[in-house]
T-cell receptor, first 114, second 111 residues
Framework: DAGVIQSPRHEVTEMGQEVTLRCKPI?????LFWYRQTMMRGLELLIY????????DSGMPEDRFSAKMPNASFSTLKIQPSEPRDSAVYFC????????????FGEGSWLTVV | GENVEQHPSTLSVQEGDSAVIKCTYS??????FPWYKQELGKGPQLIID?????GEKKDQRIAVTLNKTAKHFSLHITETQPEDSAVYFCAAGPGNTPLVFGKGTRLSVIA
């Protein structure tokens, strides 16, 4: 079975540019999560969705970050404008049970903002 | 909310020795405790989990123990091999909100 699919795997962009990260969750999973991983902060939950509805976005660091889930099989995380401190690995994950049980991670999108 | 502390942050062991990683949690309502392994350049992958109704679970060379009274759980890896080198994350599930992760332990197995 296909796991969580993220794109792009690697992105290098200039400060001020818009960045869009994409995610396809595992089919049949009804919860989707966006995490950011840095050396300093570890894995931070940015936002999660249940049945395509955003439930908690308190982890989104600034208004420059936004996330959407237009349907059960697709989500985006957008950063506009991007800044060097946004450089990190962004993981999408999905879960069949609302996220307070096993969650399955994608391979991550490695973002570098120069 | 839930808070998960993980120790040590780095761990080096000789091949064949055992490795132990410990986590504590704060919310007594947490009832699900998974462990994830993250290899270089990849996403975290679930390797073992335990629920609050059991005290220990084993899967070949890895085992997890849970002490609900003390609110701590541990990952034990026996007969370590170089391919066990990775970052390991513990997490706790309070049951009504998403998993809360520890900061991770970087395990190095020296051949």
């Amino acid at each position: 079975d296909a796991g969580v699919i993220q794109s792009p795997r690697h992105e290098v962009t200039e400060m001020g540019q818009e960045v869009t990260l994409r995610c396809k969750p595992i089919s049949g999973h009804n919860s989707l999560f966006w995490y950011r991983q840095t050396m300093m902060r570890g894995l931070e939950l940015l936002i999660y969705f249940n049945n395509n509805v955003p439930i908690d976005d308190s982890g989104m660091p600034e208004d420059r970050f936004s996330a959407k889930m237009p349907n059960a099989s697709f989500s985006t995380l957008k950063i506009q404008p991007s800044e060097p401190r946004d450089s990190a690995v962004y993981f999408c994950a999905s879960s069949p049970t609302g996220g307070w049980d096993t969650i399955y991670f994608g391979e991550g999108s490695w973002l570098t903002v120069v | 909310g839930e808070n998960v502390e993980q120790h040590p942050s780095t761990l080096s062991v000789q091949e064949g020795d055992s490795a132990v990683i410990k986590c504590t949690y704060s919310d007594s309502a947490s009832n699900y405790f998974p462990w994830y392994k993250q290899e270089l350049g990849k996403g975290p992958q679930l390797i073992i989990d335990i629920r609050s109704n059991v005290g220990e679970k084993k899967d070949q060379r890895i085992a997890v123990t849970l002490n609900k009274t003390a609110k701590h759980f541990s990952l034990h890896i026996t007969e370590t091999q170089p391919e066990d080198s990775a970052v390991y994350f513990c997490a706790a599930g309070p049951g009504n909100t998403p998993l809360v992760f520890g900061k991770g332990t970087r395990l190095s197995v020296i051949a």
